[in-house]
């Protein structure tokens, strides 16, 4: 049986560079555009009339953007598994 080693990103960078690079990028594109989205909001605090992009627009779009980047989070927790296999079913006991 063939040992088992644990899933890095420097395995993974072996296994497939392209589509790493492609996360890594990905990631970094929704870290500027929080940043970006987060400048662009109109203070709550200021009322009146709006024309165009309101608070409430800004923070579902942080709100988008926060759940990228959990699910971003997730996969760079799963290339730390150890086994990146299912476990074979029925489970032997």
Do not use: C, H
Request: aromatic content about 12%; hydrophobic content about 50%.
């Amino acid at each position: 049986m063939p040992r088992e080693e644990p899933m890095s990103l420097q395995t993974a960078g072996k296994q497939s560079p392209v589509l790493l690079a492609a996360i890594l990028l990905f990631g970094g594109w929704v870290v500027l555009s929080v940043f970006r989205i987060f400048n662009t909001i109109p203070s709550i605090w200021t009322g009146g009339d709006f024309v165009g992009q309101s608070s409430f627009s800004g923070f579902v779009g942080l709100a988008v953007l926060f759940v990228f980047l959990g699910l971003l989070i997730a996969l760079y927790g799963a290339l730390e598994e150890t086994s990146p296999t299912p476990e074979r079913f029925p489970p032997e006991r």
